[in-house]
């Protein structure tokens, strides 16, 4: 048997431990009174001009601001910075934040459209999109890569017209 000292403390279990004798053993009675707030949560809030709904959809929305945060320093990149003058760092967190609101708008405007993608996906599918410029015999051609469907739903989304998949380069003015 693991002494008190050695037992898991995960979550808190070890409070459900009596380890006040030699062989430790589950506390019943700490159990069962802590079974009363099972399936209850408390949300603390320090404005008092919102209803009880308006802080828990507020709270229910915390998880998207979490994951701007998460998705600015991570996939965004806007952390860590190697840049060393107040020019360039402004310009780096500038140009993070405009690829976010653009992320963001793009899936807002899919959900107007009933498309839900996550952002992962979405960035999964813009990073697949590839356009060749070829040449071959004095002519210049373009070649593009295979769309898959959240690809087409973006493009759609977007009212841009896709690509034929082989085409003639035509520069227009």
Not at 64 to 86: D, G, M, Q
């Amino acid at each position: 048997m693991n002494t008190p000292s050695k037992l898991n403390n995960k979550r808190g279990a070890k409070k459900y431990i009596d380890s006040t004798i030699e062989n430790p053993i589950l506390d019943e009675a700490k159990i069962q009174e802590d079974s009363q707030w099972d399936g209850v949560y408390g949300i603390q809030t320090s404005t008092e001009d919102l209803s009880v709904i308006e802080i828990k959809d507020a709270y229910h929305q915390l998880w998207k601001i979490e994951e701007s945060f998460r998705v600015l320093k991570t996939n965004l990149e806007a952390r860590p910075i190697f840049h060393w003058t107040e020019k360039r760092i402004k310009g780096h967190f500038v140009l993070c934040f405009i690829a976010f609101l653009l992320e963001r708008t793009l899936e807002l405007e899919l959900k107007k459209n009933n498309i839900s993608y996550s952002v992962d996906k979405i960035r999964t599918s813009l990073s697949s999109l590839e356009l060749s410029v070829i040449e071959m015999e004095d002519k210049k051609y373009i070649l593009r890569s295979n769309l898959d469907e959240s690809s087409k739903d973006i493009f759609k989304t977007l009212k841009i017209k896709i690509p034929k998949r082989f085409e003639p380069y035509v520069v227009q003015t």
